[in-house]
């Protein structure tokens, strides 16, 4: 059984930081042959795919989110992570991570990012 845990959310003021991470377990597979990405989505829209990291390293970001987050990996851990900084309100939303090319895992409950003075 396949399980993903998204955790590091929670309520923070407009400028600040806070770390996700995620981890996958079960039979996944190799982890380390995944390109990973961190979603999320805001009431009322879509789900939008915020940053990604490749098997070999690569990432990638929003336009809106550059310079302030930033994705890594810990293979030996199963364990992608994203630091978020200088944090604004539009950034509120849940935060889910995944693969981003090829079959997806299955989706966790993700973890409540919430930014507001």
């Known amino acids: 059984q396949v399980q993903v845990v998204e955790s590091g959310g929670g309520l923070v003021q407009p400028g600040g930081s806070l770390r996700l991470s995620c981890v996958a377990s079960?039979?996944?597979?190799?982890?380390?042959?995944?390109?990973l990405g961190w979603f999320r989505q805001a009431p009322g829209k879509e789900r939008e795919l915020v940053a990604t990291?490749?098997?070999?390293?690569?990432?990638h970001s929003l336009d809106s989110v550059k310079g302030r987050f930033s994705i890594s990996r810990d293979n030996n851990k199963n364990t992608v992570y994203l630091q978020m900084n200088s944090l604004k309100p539009e950034d509120t939303a849940v935060y889910y991570c995944?693969?981003?090319?090829?079959?997806?895992?299955?989706w966790g409950q993700g973890t409540q990012v919430t930014v507001s003075s």
């Open positions: 990291i490749t098997k070999i390293g690569a990432t």
């Open positions: 079960g039979s996944i597979g190799r982890f380390s042959q995944m390109d």
């Open positions: 995944n693969v981003f090319t090829g079959s997806t895992l299955p």
